[in-house]
């Protein structure tokens, strides 16, 4: 009996490495796909020799100038963004929806998403009014994130214990302050409030090969936290006192997974913007698909979540007269489908 279920527990954890080799074959192929597609019409034989060509310069050998300009600074990093911010929000909507035990909870819940959304509108308004001086938009968001994160922990915590229920009341008042203190500067910047509205959008267009290092250094360092507690959290799933039980110290690891969830969102927006519905919709799918073993839940929300994000960029660069905000696309999309999963899980919508 015991040796059936270790075999059937091998054979489990080998198909689950097989829909991860999978997916990230999958998402490989497609980020090589998307370099390639573009209005400058470059074949995909070229683009292979222009990225290989960075390591072998004899390669670009015949290959004009422009186009590997096009290739490695315009369309590669804002490919590699995309991933890397597709996979930053999945996989921190992953970890605040096991660390609130609530399947809709994401970066918006904790209040994250707005603090950075405040603190670029509050450099963009300062740059409109103030000429001299052009503050980084990138920072202040980051710096918002940072600042709600530790004020909504600090609202939260109630005898230096930190329970999911307070961290919801907590992230929802302080979203809801920032979400005032953001309507009221774009009152205040007149005819550039559109400079306001269309970072609030989402966007993946001008990044640099500077995002995609801020990107890789953080999301990658949050990442493996995240994937070293998996069987930590799998157990706090259960509730914190059963976890304790099995000798898990929910404190400790609540705070580390807190902080490490609320970087990846504060780097992915303060990167790109705000990009909804990722977070959101990619964790609650593939618990549906995969179950909720967050050893592999947490892989597999990064490689879906950077191939959905990469997707809907693409479908927004190359098939679209016009280039719109992803984030627009991502929440005009991601919306009727969760809708559509709602109503199958609980059968009827009233």
């Known amino acids: 009996m015991e040796n059936q279920l270790w075999i059937k527990m091998q054979e489990k954890r080998k198909k689950e490495g097989l829909i991860i080799v999978f997916s990230l074959c999958v998402l490989v192929g497609f980020g090589l796909l998307a370099v390639n597609l573009g209005r400058a019409e470059i074949s995909i034989v070229d683009t292979v020799r222009i990225i290989a060509g960075k390591l ?17 600074n315009i369309r590669l990093p804002r490919i590699l963004t995309g991933i890397l911010v597709g996979c930053g929000l999945a996989v921190s909507g992953a970890v605040f929806q096991a660390l609130l035990l609530n399947p809709l909870a994401d970066s918006y819940t904790m ?3 707005s603090g950075a959304a405040f603190g670029a509108s509050v450099a963009i308004f300062i740059n409109l009014i103030a000429v001299n001086y052009h503050l980084p938009v990138t920072l202040f968001a980051f710096i918002g994130a940072l600042g709600t994160l530790a004020l909504v922990l600090r609202i939260a915590r109630v005898d230096g214990t930190l329970s999911p229920s307070n961290m919801i009341i907590a992230g929802i008042i302080v979203s809801s302050i920032f979400s005032a203190g953001i309507s009221f500067l774009k009152s205040m910047s007149g005819e550039g409030v559109s400079a306001i509205i269309y970072w609030l959008m989402g966007s993946l267009s001008a990044r640099s090969w500077m995002h995609v290092g801020l990107l890789v250094t953080v999301i990658g360092s949050c990442m493996a936290i995240c994937f070293y507690y998996a069987d930590d959290l799998n157990l706090m799933c259960l509730g914190d006192q059963e976890a304790r039980n099995l000798g898990v110290d929910t404190q400790r690891v609540r705070w580390i997974l807190l902080i490490s969830g609320s970087l990846m969102t504060a780097v992915c927006v303060s990167v790109s913007g705000i990009i909804g519905f990722i977070g959101l919709i990619v964790p609650h799918l593939l618990r549906f698909l995969v179950g909720s073993d967050n050893r592999v839940l947490l892989p ?3 490689l879906l979540g950077g191939l959905l994000l990469l997707l809907a960029d693409t479908v927004t660069r190359v098939l679209l007269n016009i280039e719109i905000p992803v984030g627009v696309f991502t929440t005009l999309f991601g919306g009727p489908f969760f809708i559509v999963i709602f109503v199958k899980k609980n059968k009827t919508l009233f």
């Open 56 to 72: 072998n310069p004899n390669l670009l050998e015949g290959i004009p100038d422009s186009w590997s300009s096009i290739v490695w």
């Open 300 to 302: 597999l929300s990064g």
């Open 111 to 113: 209040g994250v998403s």
